[in-house]
């Protein structure tokens, strides 16, 4: 044999080689997902009193789902998440594509799974939360200190309204948000004044056009105007922290009610409430509640977040006590094979389910 056909099978050789190794990499890199379980139904929830939030990336057939923490609305306590692979029936969270069960893998997040959370803070800084908006303002600046030092990928928010929205900061750092909570002359109801950040004037411009027909205090309105408008990131938790003293108020504009709100961004974010209005909390400010004067914490009930009754000066306020820190610390990457090399329109259904919170969120995903 020549030398120079010596020296082509050789190269050959290690084209082939070198190929079924990197074959059989690609083919090893996702063993570590367990299969889809054959003969195993998720168990239908029948309390409903929480609500999966999640978001999705594809990375070939690796599905990651970014899912946000849930608070047991009993225990006010994270739900620990778990999935058996050798009993998949007895797992507390399930996640179906097209019908069909799938198998997963969870990682709860930490230093070494780090997920994205995206917090934006509404306030209601009309005249009646005069007593409390400096307590509520320093606690907002606890707050995002202490989660941007957890185990999140954190940025926030902030928008102010009083009827329209007066006040907002884009998606920024702890840092930035303290700076705008604490401007020099900006004291109580206008620490939430004022339009900030390098996208100040495009914000104020696009809330002088927002939600017209209202004119009372509208957190319902605030938070779309947040979804509408803020740099949220792809794969990020959506979380919202209301603050109020007073109902939500849709005045003569009723698409910007809690219903209309719930439909916008129900499995997209949650609504925590924060309500430091009268203690009688069966009645409205105005009288009865009624679609003009809605519960505010009725945000958090169709969203899957929790509520948080504070004194009327907010003199009990402890930010960081609140169930959403623990909630958002106990968040999970989910990942799951989704069986297919094409890009095509999926039903994704997931399923939580414990002996005393249960829930389920279905969504149109393409990936």
Not at 229 to 249: C, H, L, M, P
Not at 278 to 297: F, M, Q, V
Not at 346 to 359: C, E, F, R, S
Request: glycine share 8%; proline share 4%; net charge negative.
């Amino acid at each position: 044999m020549s030398k120079k056909l010596l020296l082509i099978l050789l190269v050959v050789m290690s084209l082939i080689f070198f190929g079924c190794d990197k074959a059989e990499d690609d083919d090893n890199s996702n063993k570590d997902i367990p299969a889809d379980p054959v003969n195993v139904t998720p168990p239908n929830p029948t309390k409903n009193n929480v609500q999966p939030t999640a978001t999705f990336q594809a990375q070939g057939e690796r599905i990651k789902l970014n899912l946000q923490g849930l608070v047991d609305p009993n225990t006010l306590q994270p739900i620990t998440l778990f999935y058996n692979a050798s009993n998949p029936s007895g797992s507390n969270i399930f996640v179906t594509q097209n019908g069909v069960t799938k198998g997963l893998l969870l990682t709860k997040v930490s230093t070494g799974n780090v997920l994205k959370a995206d917090v934006v803070f509404t306030v209601d800084n009309s005249g009646s939360m005069w007593e409390e908006a400096d307590v509520v303002a320093n606690n907002i600046v606890s707050f995002a200190q202490a989660l941007a030092a957890s185990g999140l990928d954190v940025q926030f928010g902030c928008v102010g309204y009083d009827g329209p929205v007066n006040g907002a900061l884009n998606m920024t750092t702890s840092a930035s948000l303290s700076t705008y909570l604490n401007r020099s002359g900006y004291t109580g109801t206008f620490r939430t004044y004022g339009f900030e950040g390098p996208d100040a004037t495009t914000l104020q411009n696009a809330a002088s056009g927002f939600a017209p027909g209202v004119w009372g205090e509208n957190g319902a309105m605030a938070v779309l105007y947040a979804h509408q408008y803020f740099a949220w990131r792809a794969g990020a938790s959506r979380v919202f922290i209301n603050f109020t003293d007073e109902s939500t108020q849709p005045a003569s504009d009723l698409s910007f009610n809690t219903a209309q709100m719930c439909n916008t961004i129900g499995g997209l974010a949650t609504v925590h409430t924060v309500y430091s209005g009268p203690a009688d909390t069966t009645r409205g400010l105005n009288g009865a509640w009624s679609d003009r004067h809605e519960r505010p914490w009725l945000m958090s009930d169709c969203t899957g977040g929790t509520k948080k009754f504070i004194a009327q000066d907010a003199s009990d306020l402890v930010l960081t006590d609140l169930p959403v820190v623990g909630a958002l610390s106990n968040s999970y990457l989910v990942e799951y094979l989704k069986g297919s090399s094409e890009v095509q329109d999926w039903l994704v259904k997931i399923i939580i389910y414990t002996a005393t919170a249960d829930g389920s969120t279905t969504y149109s995903v393409r990936y």
